[in-house]
């Protein structure tokens, strides 16, 4: 259940004193005492006692005392004692207090916080700086004695400030929040205070700063402490890209694909195309230009004027025809006019490389048979490769090579995302992209064990959940001959016989691969349509790894993980603002382990096969980039206590260092005053003042 936030006084504002640097004003006594008492003198013999008189009556007087005499110095004395005692008590002024021993303070950062908003004075400012504003405010609030702690909730949760009384330090750290382009989640926020609170005594309550535009409103769960939510920016509309993907096609192909033809014409150039939606998350119709151009140029690629109704979402496609150059590039799609969160207002992607998959046939023992030849299973030599070439040809968005293991392997500018095909051999270390192994010979294949060879084994299952074998059957289908094959987890099968398993997984981290123990020469399977179709599944899968890396398309706020080869070394990666990143790299995939920011993000590395990569992340949220408030529900179904920030308490003001200041000064005084150079008056020799 929430506690309210703030206890209201009635009447005028409060004074608040801490009563423990009041004590100081007990030396006030013994500082008058040294001015009453009366001074021991030491006995002199002068020629005449006319100018000692006031000495001579103070010598005859009999009591310890004399009469106190309003001096100067003791009036700065006793006035900067009392203002140091003050200063001690941190003395304060304010209409409201903000209770509680222990606050933790958790401050919205997703990307719905940078949207534009307004100050109560009217200025323009955003809604994370009306969030720190707060923060601070609140912070100045604390009760004499309390403490605080800093937490910021974007993707993940994140201390920003440890329990500290220090109001400068807690305010320092307020000031280095910014918002984040990534989608929000308090929930771990809010689990991370109550953790850190939890073993605490006294009173502990956990403010919530939002704008109330969450991702998962259903985040506030479990909440054992006092919980307050106060939100901050007005309900404002807002248009965004919330989809984007770029593929590569033809103008012909789109066009043949509704009269019925199979494959684009010959003389059909390369078109690249940008599938976007275009969300309107306001309540008024937006009339919207929507372009594309290149990373680093000015010039208009593609353009359209669409008119989006409220809560609609448009379908966009822009397209243009890129030349070799402008392969791998990156591309930005803007919204204009732009609007109160210009963040969802720009996209990024990248060019396609190509629109044909490039394929290199490796045969690993130089010659080729004629389908049907026999020969033992496992031998340098394959009679299956004219059937793979058949089979990969017939795609008309490939690109085949066909050479010898030796040309695979020194193949110097071999393209980082070809879909390698070795028949015949098992070499440990294959260029390329995607795998697929038909036939190696006997020994440890990419972590499977080639075994002896199985005379016409009968297939019995298949995975088909697996995508390389989906839409397929291998009923019907008769093998010669087969290695048996032992992976290294029974998860690694993709084909069993009776005897035992034929085909298994050999993916790694950075590309996926697919292990054949049989020639496909040696068996019926390339005159059944589903071997054809077996080819098209690991075509389409090398498709999506070229276009997106091995992981697909990145989304702000999560790991960014980018395939590179096994060999890579010094990596270096660079982020949308120029700014150096840390990567790691393990089993040929390279790892940013934070993306905050939308943009492109460049991978480079050195070593036998050096290269760059360029991938865009965005944050297509529609979560994020709808700007009206949405209801916070707490665990059971239960509405969350929400005030506006209008209403809460007014910062109040401390008045600890003006005083010691002023303290200071009454001491500065009278050192001088007591140090001073006496002026002579012209013409006497007794000084003045």
Known sequence: MAAPLAQASAGSPLSLLAPGGLWLLALLGPLVLLYIL??????????????????????????????????????LQALALALLALALARPASRGRA????????????????????????????????????????LLSGLTPGSDALILEAGRDARLVAALDRDLVRLKAAVDTVAAREVEGDLGAAVALAVDRLRQLGGARRIVVITDGNLARPAALRGVSLPLEVITVGAP???????RVDVRSGSGAASASGASGADAPRPDDREEVQAFLVVANLGAQPRDLYVTMRQDNASDVLSSRRVLVKPGERLPVVLTFRPSPGDYRKGLLFELSPRDAMPIDDVAYGRVPAGDKLPV?????????????????????????????????????????TSGSLAELLGAPALDPDTFVVVDGACPPDVPGGDLLLVNPPPGRCFGTVVGPTLEQPTLTSWDTADPRLRFLTLDGVHLRAASSLEPESA?????????????????????????????????????????????????????????????????????????????????????????????????GV????????????????????????????????????????????????GEVAVSSASSEPDAHTEWTWLLALAALAFVVFDVWYFTRVPRRVQGHDTPVG
């Open 360 to 400: 290199f046939l490796a045969s690993g023992g130089g010659g080729q048979g004629a389908p049907g030849q026999g020969g033992p299973t496992g031998a340098t030599a394959s009679s299956g490769s004219p059937w793979l070439a058949r089979a990969l040809a017939s795609d008309p968005m490939t690109s085949v």
């Open 236 to 242: 404002v509309d807002n248009a965004a890209i919330v």
């Open 38 to 75: 009366k001074i021991k003198r030491s006995r002199r013999r002068v020629p005449s006692t006319w100018l000692w008189a006031a000495a001579q009556r103070d010598l005859m007087a009999r009591a310890p005392f004399r009469r106190l005499i309003a001096q100067l110095p003791l009036v």
């Open 590 to 637: 390279a790892v940013i382990a934070e993306t905050p920011r939308a943009g492109f993000y460049r991978l480079s590395w050195q070593g036998p096969q050096a290269g760059s990569v360029l991938v865009p992340a965005n944050l297509t949220s529609v979560a994020e980039s709808d700007l009206t408030p949405r209801p916070l529900v707490a665990e059971g179904g």
């Open 491 to 587: 998860t690694r099968t993709l084909i069993r016989a009776q005897e035992g398993t034929v085909a298994t997984d050999i993916s790694t981290a950075s590309r996926t691969g697919t292990l054949l123990g049989f020639d496909v020469g040696e068996s019926d399977w390339p005159l059944k349509a589903s071997f054809v179709l077996f080819v098209r599944n690991l075509l389409e899968q090398a498709r999506a790894h070229r276009a997106h890396g091995i992981t697909g398309p990145a989304r702000t706020g999560e790991p960014l993980r980018m395939s590179v080869p096994a060999t890579a070394r010094d990596l270096q990666a660079i982020g949308p603002a120029g700014e150096r990143l840390d990567v790691a790299q393990r089993g």
């Open 98 to 137: 903000f209770t509680g021993d222990h606050v933790a303070i958790i401050l919205d950062t997703s990307a719905s916080m940078s949207a534009a908003a307004r100050s109560p004075s009217g200025e323009a400012t955003t809604r994370i700086e009306l969030g720190k504003r707060l923060a601070r405010d």
